[in-house]
């Protein structure tokens, strides 16, 4: 208990002794407590370094609260620099493969300003020129009858790289065409490098695009068709039907090449069984501090589930629990076809003209409204609904050909003359603008 005690204690709380003196223990005790008292007292007049624990203490700890801090600063910016480079791929991936969208819409814009210098040079009438206009669609059947099968096997990136050299070629054959024939062939390989489009570059971007910009980033690809459309009006009112098609071939040229410096789908990869490039590809779109493993799990986890599902076929499309759903999205395609909006397209510049508008003034217009009004819609899709918009578009489509056709009817009856090319006019800008 002694050891307890301090030099202070009072003497009357120290043990009692014999006469004899105090006992060993008791004079061992004191002087270990005399030799303490003296240290202490060095210390505290030499300042010996074993008074300092508590500052060393503070140090040590200031220097390990620097050093978290440091790691922690690095590592956020490693993070940082990582989410930065997968964004710039993923972005760089996108940008690359709407330029397919782009040409799907220069294919299509194409006829419209195209019209009058094929007509004038070849000496097309108007049923062949009809011809040389519709048998886009033809040839687009067959690019989307095949489109799924060749972007299963040969990947997504090969059927992209495929359909920019059939395009290259459709718009070589129209620049050189000397007749109504070669017309029509380069016409339909334009058909064939839409329709394959069609299909793989959405889901391209769809399968490369993180979930919280897979929305954002597919919508580009209806963005970038309005775009190519636009760009085909306004260039052709300035250029020559045979230098418009150098138009069309600036995208292909870019879609060739940039597939040379972006990933493939990792999607596509891991269906096909490449593990090792499956993972490079991925973590080349997420960044290479980025931690892949929750979402490669996740992606074989639904390519088992699909593998395991039964194999659809065409007779289950009639199967009364799939009908309903059948009608509607088969329906709504079949109306949005017969609404028009491919009939006004090839022949803007000439229903204008036949109008009493003019033809280049009018595809400008819309070349330069269609893009802002395509932008609009796609930032209400998510927000309004799309049967809200469906409402909305087709109410506008019916608007947009009552118009037109009332201001042909005025003509023909010879009635209102004055309003004939201003109701053209605004029937087709509402019509294009849905």
Same mark, same amino acid.
């Given at each position: 208990?002694?050891?307890?005690?301090?030099?202070?204690?009072?003497?009357?709380?120290?043990?009692?002794?014999?006469?004899?003196?105090?006992?060993?223990?008791?004079?061992?005790?004191?002087?270990?407590?005399?030799?303490?008292?003296?240290?202490?007292?060095?210390?505290?007049?030499?300042?010996?370094?074993?008074?300092?624990?508590?500052?060393?203490?503070?140090?040590?700890?200031?220097?390990?609260?620097?050093?978290?801090?440091?790691?922690?600063?690095?590592?956020?910016?490693?993070?940082?620099?990582?989410?930065?480079?997968?964004?710039?791929?993923?972005?760089?991936?996108?940008?690359?493969?709407?330029?397919?969208?782009?040409?799907?819409?220069?294919? %299509?814009?194409?006829?419209?300003?195209?019209?009058?210098?094929?007509?004038?040079?070849?000496?097309?009438?108007?049923?062949?020129?009809?011809?040389?206009?519709?048998?886009?669609?033809?040839?687009?059947?067959?690019?989307?009858?095949?489109?799924?099968?060749?972007?299963?096997?040969?990947?997504?990136?090969?059927?992209?790289?495929?359909?920019?050299?059939?395009?290259?070629?459709?718009?070589?054959?129209?620049?050189?065409?000397?007749?109504?024939?070669?017309?029509?062939?380069?016409?339909?390989?334009?058909?064939?490098?839409?329709?394959?489009?069609?299909?793989?570059?959405?889901?391209?971007?769809?399968?490369?695009?993180?979930?919280?910009?897979?929305?954002?980033?597919?919508?580009?690809?209806?963005?970038?068709?309005?775009?190519?459309?636009?760009?085909?009006?306004?260039?052709?009112?300035?250029?020559?039907?045979?230098?418009?098609?150098?138009?069309?071939?600036?995208?292909?040229?870019?879609?060739?090449?940039?597939?040379?410096?972006?990933?493939?789908?990792?999607?596509?990869?891991?269906?096909?069984?490449?593990?090792?490039?499956?993972?490079?590809?991925?973590?080349?779109?997420?960044?290479?501090?980025?931690?892949?493993?929750?979402?490669?799990?996740?992606?074989?986890?639904?390519?088992?589930? %699909?593998?395991?599902?039964?194999?659809?076929?065409?007779?289950?499309?009639?199967?009364?629990?799939?009908?309903?759903?059948?009608?509607?999205?088969?329906?709504?395609?079949?109306?949005?076809?017969?609404?028009?909006?491919?009939?006004?397209?090839?022949?803007?510049?000439?229903?204008?003209?036949?109008?009493?508008?003019?033809?280049?003034?009018?595809?400008?217009?819309?070349?330069?409204?269609?893009?802002?009004?395509?932008?609009?819609?796609?930032?209400?899709?998510?927000?309004?609904?799309?049967?809200?918009?469906?409402?909305?578009?087709?109410?506008?489509?019916?608007?947009?050909?009552?118009?037109?056709?009332?201001?042909?009817?005025?003509?023909?009856?010879?009635?209102?003359?004055?309003?004939?090319?201003?109701?053209?006019?605004?029937?087709?800008?509402?019509?294009?603008?849905?």
């Amino acid at each position: 208990m002694a050891a307890a005690f301090t030099l202070s204690t009072p003497a009357a709380l120290l043990p009692r002794h014999s006469a004899a003196g105090p006992s060993l223990s008791f004079r061992l005790e004191s002087r270990r407590l005399s030799r303490r008292g003296q240290c202490a007292a060095t210390r505290r007049d030499d300042g010996c370094p074993r008074r300092l624990p508590a500052a060393a203490v503070e140090a040590t700890c200031g220097r390990t609260r620097r050093a978290t801090a440091v790691a922690a600063a690095q590592g956020q910016a490693e993070a940082e620099n990582g989410t930065e480079g997968s964004l710039r791929m993923v972005l760089l991936s996108t940008a690359v493969a709407v330029c397919g969208s782009f040409e799907f819409g220069t294919c %299509v814009g194409y006829s419209a300003p195209a019209q009058a210098g094929i007509v004038s040079d070849i000496g097309l009438s108007n049923s062949q020129y009809g011809v040389f206009a519709s048998i886009l669609a033809i040839g687009a059947m067959i690019g989307a009858l095949i489109s799924g099968r060749l972007a299963d096997t040969l990947g997504r990136k090969m059927t992209m790289r495929l359909a920019a050299v059939v395009g290259v070629f459709g718009w070589l054959t129209i620049y050189l065409a000397e007749g109504a024939m070669m017309l029509y062939f380069g016409r339909v390989l334009l058909g064939i490098c839409t329709g394959l489009l069609s299909y793989v570059v959405p889901v391209f971007i769809a399968e490369i695009a993180p979930k919280d910009l897979r929305g954002g980033l597919t919508t580009s690809n209806q963005l970038f068709i309005c775009s190519g459309c636009s760009a085909a009006y306004i260039s052709g009112a300035l250029l020559s039907w045979r230098s418009l098609t150098l138009v069309g071939l600036v995208p292909c040229a870019f879609l060739f090449w940039g597939l040379l410096f972006i990933p493939e789908s990792p999607r596509w990869l891991a269906n096909t069984g490449r593990e090792k490039e499956f993972r490079t590809s991925l973590q080349n779109l997420r960044g290479e501090n980025a931690d892949i493993s929750d979402e490669a799990t996740e992606i074989r986890e639904y390519i088992e589930t %699909v593998h395991h599902l039964p194999k659809a076929r065409i007779q289950d499309l009639l199967q009364s629990k799939n009908m309903f759903a059948m009608i509607v999205g088969a329906g709504l395609m079949i109306f949005q076809q017969l609404g028009g909006i491919n009939a006004i397209g090839f022949y803007t510049s000439y229903i204008f003209s036949s109008a009493g508008f003019s033809g280049k003034l009018g595809t400008i217009l819309i070349g330069v409204i269609q893009i802002p009004i395509t932008l609009f819609g796609a930032l209400l899709m998510d927000r309004s609904g799309r049967r809200a918009l469906l409402l909305v578009s087709s109410s506008g489509t019916f608007l947009g050909c009552f118009l037109t056709g009332l201001s042909f009817y005025f003509k023909a009856q010879g009635l209102h003359t004055q309003l004939v090319p201003a109701l053209a006019l605004y029937g087709i800008l509402v019509h294009k603008l849905q």
